[in-house]
């Protein structure tokens, strides 16, 4: 009874945040610690920056066969490498709340560390399984043991798979009535928007671009062949000055993380808003030095590159 009402009351509150959030989490899994433990977690993740997210949940605990002993509450995690494609990532939380051992009256508080690693499967875009083990240590009575769980994730806010091939290999889209062909670009790479990073990822066959390859994609698909790497990319068009009052939506960001070659590419899509294909798959960032997660791509933004102008010709320096 406890089990259910924690989580009915839970819910509504993941719900209502989903909005700001690209993935509902839920997980089950068990704490082997003393008779075991049964576990159940239920939270919202969002990117946090360059490989990194951050997750909040809250979690129930409650002794194997209905015996006596629950625990209750709320904690964080950091992951790294999650969310990008299939593959394993890195996680580390904190958390606490109140709970007993030995009863079901949450008479005391506890805190809780861990720390371990997962694999993460995309059967669809916007659809993830997880497996996951960690070392988790519980301060009420110095409690610790291996910790197990599986986890379906939800990712809000995309336009899952789509149809698609490798964007060289697109029919030429047209241009719709009053748009110009940078428009169209835009919206080619906004409308791919929830597909998952891939790396070497172009598009084909509905799947994840990496960041050249949705560039390569979305000028592609109306007829501007452009190289397949995003340091080819950095010397296509025309430099134009790095400043946002300078950018025009449909320019090519350049990015890189130590100042050196460029090492990532996004679309500009103007109000200091861009498209890009990063950790989190196809998103929306912005730069700006006040933004949590605008912030590291501000900082490793080097330079600005105009491919075609407003009438739609290809430009070249």
């Not at 959030?21 to 239920?42: D, I, M």
């Not at 625990?71 to 969310?83: E, I, M, P, S």
């Not at 007993?100 to 993460?120: C, I, T």
Request: hydrophobic share 35%; glycine share 18%.
């Amino acid at each position: 009874m406890m089990r259910r009402s924690f989580l009915a009351l839970l819910a509504p509150v993941a719900l209502a945040g989903q909005a700001r959030a690209q993935t509902l989490e839920g997980a089950v899994g068990q704490f082997y610690e003393g008779t075991g433990w049964t576990l159940y977690r239920l939270g919202l993740s969002r990117p946090l920056g360059g490989p990194f997210g951050l997750s909040y949940q809250g979690s129930y605990l409650t002794r194997e066969d209905d015996g006596d002993g629950a625990f209750a509450g709320v904690g964080a995690d950091l992951t790294a490498f999650r969310g990008g494609g299939e593959g394993p990532y890195l996680v580390a939380g904190v958390g606490g709340g109140l709970g007993s051992p030995h009863s079901h009256d949450f008479s005391s508080f506890w805190g809780s560390w861990s720390a371990g690693a997962g694999y993460e499967l995309f059967p669809l875009s916007v659809l993830a399984f997880t497996v996951e083990g960690r070392w988790r240590e519980l301060s009420l009575d110095a409690r610790d043991g291996l910790e197990l769980a599986a986890g379906l994730s939800v990712r809000f806010g995309g336009g899952g798979r789509s149809g698609g091939a490798n964007a060289p290999q697109l029919p030429v889209a047209p241009v719709r009535l009053g748009e110009t062909l940078r428009d169209s670009v835009v919206a080619a790479a906004t409308e791919a928007m929830g597909r998952p990073y891939r790396y070497g990822g172009t598009g084909a066959d509905g799947g994840g671009f990496d960041c050249s390859g949705l560039i390569q994609y979305a000028y592609g698909k109306h007829g501007v062949a452009l190289p397949r790497t995003s340091r080819e990319q950095a010397r296509e068009g025309n430099k134009i000055a790095k400043q946002l009052r300078s950018l025009d939506p449909g320019d090519l960001l350049t990015f890189s993380n130590r100042g050196g070659p460029v090492t990532h590419v996004g679309l500009y899509l103007g109000d200091g808003r861009f498209v890009h294909s990063a950790a989190r798959g196809v998103q929306v960032s912005v730069l700006s030095g006040e933004d949590p997660y605008g912030r590291w791509w501000y900082s490793r933004w080097v330079g600005a590159r105009r491919i075609v102008n407003g009438e739609g010709e290809r430009l070249e320096d």
